[in-house]
């Protein structure tokens, strides 16, 4: 399969001077396959429960609906608990 690519010459005469005697079709399969694999595994990785709060506080926007947490959430806890005594020795 024959396939043009414009590429930035500049960029392709640093890569090229830094594989040295390497052709250019085997420096674009080797570059299109780590691109592959660096894909695969982003695809594969999972974000931190920060980092989809955060995502998802992001997509959503919730800072500009002006909610106001303690309204949302002031009730759920049970008052009636207040769990034991902490003794720090």
Same mark, same amino acid.
């Given at each position: 399969m024959v396939t043009s690519l414009n590429v930035d010459t500049a960029l392709l005469q640093e890569a090229l001077e830094l594989t040295g005697e390497t052709a250019l079709e085997t #420096?674009? /399969?080797?570059? #299109? =396959? /780590? %691109?592959? $694999?660096? =894909? @695969?595994?982003? @695809?594969?990785?999972?974000l931190s429960f920060g980092e989809s709060v955060s995502a998802f506080r992001k @997509? %959503? $926007? #919730?800072?500009?609906?002006? #909610?106001n947490p303690d309204d949302i959430w002031g009730e759920v806890r049970d008052r009636n608990f207040t769990g034991r005594e902490v003794i720090f020795e």
């Open positions: #420096l674009v /399969e080797i570059a #299109l =396959r /780590e %691109y592959i $694999q660096h =894909r @695969k595994q982003m @695809k594969n990785s999972e @997509k %959503y $926007q #919730l800072d500009q609906l002006g #909610l």
